[in-house]
C-alpha cells in the first residue's frame, strides 16, 4: 500500500475507483482513457486495475455527442437540456480482453485503415495527403479524417477532391476534411501549394506522400524532367522542403513516404558506383515504364531514410511503407496489360 501511496493512488474502497486527481472520458469510438489533472497526463488503463475499457452500446435516448473547439468530446442531453464531458455510458462498460496475437507482428494482410486506428483519438491533428481523391490515399483520408484528425486532400483535380471530400463527409458530417489543388508534375504547383497552405497558419503533424503514376508513357513536365520521377520523387521531395519549418513547428511530426518492394530491383549508380543522374530522368530512348516507377520507389526509400536522419532530432520522423503487392487501385489503368495483371490478382492481394 506505500508503494500505492507514493504513486498517488492511494487505497480506495473499490478497484474500480478512481484516486483523486483523475477522470474518466471516452473517445469518438467509445474507448475509455483516463485523465490526471495532476500531472497533466492521460493513459489507456486504469491507474489502479490496469484492465482496458470500452462502453458497450448506443446512446440513451435523447443524448448525442459533439466535438468541442479544443477537439474534446462531450454529450448533450436534450430532454434534460444539460451538456457534460461524462460519458453516460460509462456505468456500462465491458473489459477489453484482446487476444494476444499468435505471430510477432499486431497486423497482418488482413488488417483494416479503421481496425489500425481503433481507439485512436485524433482531434488536433493536421495531415496532409497527396493523391488522396482514390486508393489508398483515400481510404487513408477517410480512417484519418473518421477518428478527428482534420485532413486536407492534396489532389491534382480539384472536382475529384470534392467528390472524395463529399464522400467522407456523407459517413461523418462533422470530419474535418478539405480539398487543395497539388499537381506533383509542376514544380510551381508545389510551391503554389505550400504557400497557400502555410497561410492558413495551421500545424502539420503528418505529411503522407502517398500520389503515384505508374506505366504511364514517356513525357516530360513543365519542367523539363520525366514525369514518373518528377510525380513519384522529385514533386514530393520539393513539397517536404517547403513545409519542412511547418513539420518542425508542430513536432512531433512526421513524413510517410508511400514507396514499393519494386525499389529492390534497380539501382540508379553507373558502372563505378556513381549516382547517375541520367537513369533518374532518361530520354524516351531508354525510357522503361516500369524501370523508371522501380527507380522512383527507390528514390523515395533513399529521401526516407534521409531525412529521417536529418529531422528525427528535432521532433520528426520519416518512414517508408509498401503497402502490398498488386493492390487493386487506379495505378494500374495506362495500359490494358497491367489492369489484365492486377485483375487476375485481385483474389490474392489486399483490397483497398
Known amino acids: 500500500m506505500a508503494a500505492l501511496k507514493y504513486a498517488g493512488l492511494e487505497d480506495t474502497d473499490s478497484e ?103 481507439g ?100 516530360l513536365t513543365e519542367d523539363g524532367l520525366e514525369s514518373t520521377f518528377q510525380v513519384n520523387h522529385l514533386g514530393h521531395f520539393y513539397l517536404v522542403q517547403l513545409l519542412e519549418d511547418v513539420l518542425r513547428q508542430s513536432s512531433p511530426a512526421r513524413v510517410v513516404v508511400v514507396s514499393s518492394e519494386s525499389h529492390r530491383f534497380t539501382e540508379i549508380n553507373d558502372s563505378s558506383g556513381k549516382l547517375d543522374f541520367s537513369l533518374l530522368s532518361p530520354s524516351k530512348k531508354e525510357y522503361w515504364a516500369m524501370l523508371a516507377y522501380n527507380r522512383s520507389k527507390l528514390c523515395n526509400i533513399l529521401f526516407s531514410n534521409e531525412l529521417n536522419r536529418r529531422l528525427s532530432a528535432h521532433g520528426v520522423t520519416s518512414n517508408a511503407v509498401h503497402p502490398g503487392n498488386m493492390i487493386y487501385s487506379s495505378i494500374h489503368r495506362n495500359w490494358w496489360v497491367y489492369t489484365l495483371l492486377f485483375t487476375l490478382a485481385r483474389p490474392f492481394t489486399k483490397s483497398m
Open 120 to 219: 485512436r483519438d485524433l482531434s488536433g491533428k493536421v495531415v496532409i495527403i497527396t493523391g488522396a481523391n482514390s486508393g489508398i490515399g483515400f481510404e487513408t483520408a477517410k480512417s484519418l479524417a473518421l477518428h478527428g484528425a482534420c485532413v486536407i486532400l492534396a489532389c491534382r483535380s480539384l472536382a475529384r477532391g470534392e467528390d472524395a471530400v463529399q464522400r467522407i463527409l456523407g459517413e461523418w458530417h462533422k470530419a474535418k476534411v478539405e480539398a487543395m489543388t497539388l499537381d506533383l508534375a509542376s514544380l510551381q504547383s508545389v510551391q503554389h501549394f505550400a504557400e497557400e497552405f502555410k497561410s492558413k497558419n495551421l500545424p502539420l503533424h503528418i505529411l503522407i506522400c502517398n500520389a503515384a503514376v505508374f506505366g504511364v508513357p514517356w513525357s
Open 16 to 118: 474500480e475507483e478512481l484516486p483523486p486527481g483523475w477522470e474518466e472520458r471516452t473517445t469518438k469510438d467509445g474507448w475509455v482513457y483516463y485523465a490526471n489533472h495532476l500531472e497533466e497526463k492521460t493513459q489507456w488503463e486504469h491507474p489502479k486495475s490496469g484492465k482496458r475499457k470500452r462502453v458497450a452500446g448506443d446512446l440513451p435516448y435523447g443524448w448525442e455527442q459533439e466535438t468541442d473547439e479544443n477537439g474534446q468530446v462531450y454529450f448533450v442531453d436534450h430532454i434534460n437540456k444539460r451538456t457534460t464531458y461524462l460519458d453516460p455510458r460509462l456505468a456500462f462498460t465491458v473489459e477489453d480482453n484482446p487476444v494476444k496475437p499468435t505471430t510477432r507482428q499486431k497486423y497482418d494482410g488482413n488488417s483494416t485503415a479503421m481496425e489500425i486506428l481503433q
